[in-house]
């Protein structure tokens, strides 16, 4: 008792070292946060700022069409559903392309009234382009109005000939969407979860190799192990501070979501993601344990290293890792299996989205992958203090 | 006072003519020591002179616990390196071949963290920074970070590191490797001031390739080559017991006879 004690004094004397070592080296810090903190809040604004564009676009209800003169009938049926007809600017294939010119065009061929009125039915094209995200979006909308167009024809005509409507709808159709507003949120806030676990990995990162290979490299851990002290006190206040440089990240990242929202443009977006001080803390809670895991992951791999350099190289590994398997849950499109709980990175991401959802978790679903984690961490702490003393001389 | 008996470290050979999609053979176990001795007493500077590659570095690290050798035995003050190595550190102050300071961390904090270490309170490892730097002459370099030293303001940031908790065993590993002629200068006073009875009358021991080094410093000599002791004595005992004049020549005619490699 009286040994751990001793043990664990040492251990924070080791933790303190490390931390003012690790808070000192402001470059890397600054980079770190700069980079990685700032960048979901960034991003956040980026999206809000592309939804806003896109309802500015539905509201201002306006159809470009090329060959107006063509179609009075058309165009008189888009100014009964109160929409502006603006004619389409010559060159608008050139600038749909270059993505100057945000909404699809309306082609009408030259004798569209003739055909119409012969029953013919003229060919309407709707241009857009597809690596035109705006126009892409805007063509669905003008699709659906050139269908009402159709219907409406369909309707006098056979009104003209005495037969009922209904007769042509002998199904009618409904859409339910039980998705909760935040649910629907999560299409677009869906990626926040990774960015928040990539500033945590690259914040740990650096302190982790410089705490290992760093050490090696500037040839101070052969004489610290000099020193009159167990192995595991060694590695435990040095992990300890890692972790911590990581925990920091990942409280910064995931409060930095709060002022990012205020700035958001765009009021359904804002209406959606609700994101308060609740769900900042269960992102916490799914983080911490991660930011632990992670560091004692990359010192273990790093204290093979005998360069910073080598351990960078090292390191891609790790992070590469934790990158890729996120992406299981992006592209599984929200269907869980269990398994994903017990794969670290992946298991978070799915917490934090169920968490960007709005949904409970159970106990189970918090408790494996802290489990999984805690697992993780003392492996790591094991193998580099299995390691430390070999690592020294070589 | 520190007593190596028998010392004994093979290494396995790295693997030679590695490619890139075929392995190597591994070559042949490299013996770095045989059968080194040593005996130093309190109050007395021990060399352990050899030339490069003679097993010095193996055998000091072996002192210090961080290799463990495959025979023979390592003392401090009569503890077991191998059985309590931490007893055995508490009791020696080690200047390694390698001696990286935190370039973050100023001269006085890095010399604290390692008393810290030691276990010693704050205020004490603090008391004792200073006095090392009173003694090192290294007082205006105690608040600057170490990011940036020459050679010889690392070399006594380290030492200080290494002697601040006052240990009665010093251990330098080529202390003068890289230093000027004032600063080895200095170190020595240093040294032979540690070893009076006002200095603490500690036991040093003292690695190095250079003969003037030995001559000028050191009470006794373990002169080791290719991981054996073959020689022990004062100077004049190895000067008498090659018949030469010059240190030079006796240290030659002992490390690389070939009587003396393979004895």
Not at chain 2, 48 to 59: E, F, I, Q
């Amino acid at each position: 008792m009286k040994r751990l004690m001793k043990g664990l004094k040492l251990a924070w004397t080791v933790y303190r070292k490390e931390i003012t070592d690790a808070l000192r080296d402001r470059r890397t810090l600054l980079t770190v946060l700069v980079s990685s903190v700032l960048m979901g809040p960034l991003v956040l604004v980026a999206i809000s700022m592309l939804v806003a564009s896109l309802e500015s676009r539905a509201e201002l209800r306006e159809v470009v069409v090329d060959g107006i003169e063509n179609a009075p009938s058309l165009i008189n049926f888009f100014e009964r559903q109160t929409y502006t007809v603006k004619t389409a600017p010559a060159g608008y294939e050139a600038q749909l392309r270059n993505a100057t010119l945000a909404d699809p065009v309306v082609v009408v061929p030259k004798d569209f009234e003739a055909a119409l009125l012969r029953g013919e039915a003229p060919i309407v094209e709707i241009v857009s382009d597809s690596a035109n995200q705006r126009s892409l979006a805007g063509a669905g909308r003008v699709q659906r109005l050139l269908a009402g167009f159709s219907r409406e024809r369909v309707m006098i005509t056979l009104a003209l000939r005495g037969v009922a409507g209904d007769v042509l709808e002998p199904v009618q159709v409904e859409e339910r969407d039980l998705a909760s507003t935040q649910t629907r949120a999560t299409q677009i806030t869906g990626m926040l979860p990774y960015f928040v676990m990539m500033a945590v990995l690259y914040g740990a990162l650096n302190a982790a190799l410089d705490t290992t290979a760093g050490e090696r490299e500037r040839g101070s851990l052969e004489p610290l192990l000099a020193n009159p002290l167990e192995r595991w006190v060694l590695v435990a206040g040095k992990w300890g501070a890692v972790a911590t440089v990581g925990m920091l990240i990942a409280v910064l990242s995931s409060f930095s979501f709060l002022p990012g929202q205020w700035v958001l443009r765009s009021d359904t977006l804002a209406a959606m993601f609700q994101y308060g001080s609740r769900e900042a803390l269960w992102f916490l809670v799914v983080l911490l344990p991660f930011a632990a895991a992670v560091s004692a992951l990359l010192m273990a791999v790093a204290i093979r290293c005998k360069t910073f350099k080598e351990a960078q190289a090292s390191a891609t590994v790790v992070m590469l890792g934790a990158s890729l398997l996120p992406l299981i849950n992006v592209f599984s499109l929200g269907s869980d299996s269990p398994w994903y709980l017990w794969v670290p990175a992946l298991a978070q991401n799915v917490l934090m989205t169920r968490v960007l959802k709005g949904e409970d978790f159970t106990a189970m679903q918090i408790g494996v992958p802290l489990a999984v984690c805690v697992a993780l961490a003392a492996a790591g702490v094991w193998f580099v203090a299995r390691t430390l003393r070999s690592a020294a001389v070589r | 006072m520190i007593q190596i008996e028998h010392l004994a470290k093979q290494f396995a050979a790295p693997r030679t003519g590695r490619g890139l999609f075929k392995r190597g053979q591994a070559g042949v176990p490299v013996q770095a020591v045989a059968d080194v001795n040593l005996r130093a007493p309190d109050g007395h500077i021990t060399g352990l002179l050899g030339p490069n590659g003679a097993g010095k570095t193996t055998t000091l690290r072996m002192l210090a616990g961080l290799i463990a050798p495959d025979a023979g035995h390592v003392a401090v003050d009569g503890i077991d390196v191998a059985t309590q190595p931490r007893d055995a550190l508490a009791r020696m102050g080690v200047l390694s071949d390698a001696r990286g300071l935190y370039p973050r961390l100023t001269a006085r904090e890095n010399i604290v963290y390692y008393g810290r270490l030691q276990g010693m309170a704050v205020d004490a490892a603090q008391a004792r920074a200073e006095a090392l730097a009173q003694m090192l002459d290294m007082k205006p370099l105690l608040e600057r970070r170490t990011e940036g030293f020459s050679q010889g303001e690392r070399m006594k940031t380290a030492l200080a590191r290494a002697l601040v908790h006052d240990p009665a065993n010093i251990v330098l590993d080529e202390p003068t490797n890289g230093l000027d002629v004032l600063a080895t200068r200095a170190l020595r006073e240093s040294l032979r001031w540690l070893r009076t009875p006002a200095g603490g009358a500690k036991c040093i021991v003292f690695s190095t390739h250079i003969m003037q080094e030995v001559e000028r410093l050191c009470d006794s000599v373990v002169l080791v080559s290719h991981g054996r002791t073959v020689a022990t004595g004062t100077v004049a005992d190895l000067l008498a017991q090659t018949g030469q004049t010059d240190f030079e020549e006796a240290f030659v005619a002992l490390a690389f006879s070939p009587d003396g490699a393979t004895r």
